[in-house]
């Protein structure tokens, strides 16, 4: 027994270190990215008005680390539509696309996960704008004051110093959850845990879409690695990550005092995000 569970320790470390490089370097990137697009994507979003949920499911998609976040501010301001902030939140990918290109997937693949979320945002953030504009009338007013809330971003520290700490971070989360998964697969096999989650269309994306919920970019880390694995197809991982925000929920009850409203916006992107799980399983078998 303790022979294999050293083999798996071994096993774990080598393969976590193979992507090391790789994960530095798209994270390089993506800090890059958000120190060129971060303020410009805010101010699109500001004045994107009834178009608010097509610009915000289309810029959620991109790599920014605090756009989620922002977007959490600009709402609880009044600033953006509700739609728009789920159009976001459904869109954003926190640690999936970093981790999913250090592991040399398909480009091709990554693309359709992207726009299949990117999809799912806007139709569902238009979907809730007009649903609201229906049932009401009059138009909340600004809060400015909630905008004065501070960002919970790491930028600031250089994209060098930034990269090698959210590398680092996300690389912990790698290793621990990939040790205590590979220790359960060799106990119990791999079929059998997938056969868990794997074949339950309906099962599946109900539990995952709870692991998504967790406001913190080891969810992300998780689920992607669940999916990687085998142990989970794509429209389960598609359920979990449409619900997954990173740490916006807990921004959310920060900066907008009405908890009721909260928890039925938990509820909301918790619904959207396991109904395309399970319908997306009917038509996406990979």
């Given at each position: 027994?303790?022979?294999?569970?050293?083999?798996?320790?071994?096993?774990?470390?080598?393969d976590s270190l193979k992507i090391l490089p790789f994960?530095?370097?798209?994270?390089?990137?993506?800090?890059?990215?958000?120190?060129?697009?971060?303020?410009?994507?805010?101010?699109?979003?500001?004045?994107?008005?009834?178009?608010?949920?097509?610009?915000?499911?289309?810029?959620?998609?991109?790599?920014?680390?605090?756009?989620?976040?922002?977007?959490?501010?600009?709402?609880?301001?009044?600033?953006?539509?509700?739609?728009?902030?789920?159009?976001?939140?459904?869109?954003?990918?926190?640690?999936?696309?970093?981790?999913?290109?250090?592991?040399?997937?398909?480009?091709?693949?990554?693309?359709?996960?992207?726009?299949i979320k990117v999809l799912i945002g806007i139709i569902a953030g238009?979907?809730?704008?007009?649903?609201?504009?229906?049932?009401?009338?009059?138009?909340?007013?600004?809060?400015?004051?909630?905008?004065?809330?501070?960002?919970?971003?790491?930028?600031?520290?250089?994209?060098?110093?930034?990269?090698?700490?959210?590398?680092?971070?996300?690389?912990?989360?790698?290793?621990?959850?990939?040790?205590?998964?590979?220790?359960?697969?060799?106990?119990?096999?791999?079929?059998?845990?997938?056969?868990?989650?794997?074949?339950?269309?309906?099962?599946?994306?109900?539990?995952?879409?709870?692991?998504?919920?967790?406001?913190?970019?080891?969810?992300?880390?998780?689920?992607?690695?669940?999916?990687?694995?085998?142990?989970?197809?794509?429209?389960?991982?598609?359920?979990?990550?449409?619900?997954?925000?990173?740490?916006?929920?807990?921004?959310?009850?920060?900066?907008?005092?009405?908890?009721?409203?909260?928890?039925?916006?938990?509820?909301?992107?918790?619904?959207?995000?396991?109904?395309?799980?399970?319908?997306?399983?009917?038509?996406?078998?990979?």
């Open positions: 027994m303790s022979h294999d569970i050293l083999h798996v320790l071994v096993h774990t470390l080598l994960l530095f370097l798209t994270y390089l990137v993506m800090e890059y990215l958000e120190h060129k697009m971060n303020n410009k994507t805010k101010k699109i979003v500001e004045k994107a008005g009834n178009y608010g949920p097509l610009l915000g499911g289309i810029l959620g998609a991109v790599p920014q680390c605090g756009f989620s976040v922002s977007a959490t501010n600009l709402y609880a301001g009044r600033i953006i539509t509700l739609g728009t902030l789920i159009a976001i939140y459904l869109s954003t990918s926190d640690e999936m696309l970093p981790l999913l290109i250090s592991n040399g997937m398909n480009i091709g693949l990554i693309i359709k996960i992207l726009s238009f979907a809730i704008d007009i649903c609201i504009r229906l049932l009401k009338k009059k138009k909340e007013e600004t809060k400015i004051e909630s905008l004065c809330e501070h960002e919970h971003c790491h930028c600031e520290n250089g994209i060098f110093k930034s990269a090698i700490k959210h590398t680092l971070s996300v690389m912990l989360y790698i290793l621990i959850f990939s040790l205590i998964l590979n220790i359960i697969i060799e106990l119990i096999g791999e079929a059998n845990i997938a056969n868990l989650i794997l074949n339950k269309t309906f099962l599946g994306p109900i539990i995952v879409g709870l692991v998504g919920l967790i406001p913190n970019c080891a969810s992300s880390v998780i689920i992607t690695e669940l999916y990687i694995s085998g142990v989970i197809n794509l429209a389960t991982m598609l359920a979990g990550l449409l619900v997954n925000s990173g740490i916006s929920l807990v921004v959310l009850f920060r900066v907008n005092k009405n908890v009721k409203e909260n928890i039925k916006i938990i509820g909301l992107l918790y619904t959207i995000g396991v109904v395309s799980g399970i319908v997306l399983d009917f038509f996406l078998k990979i």
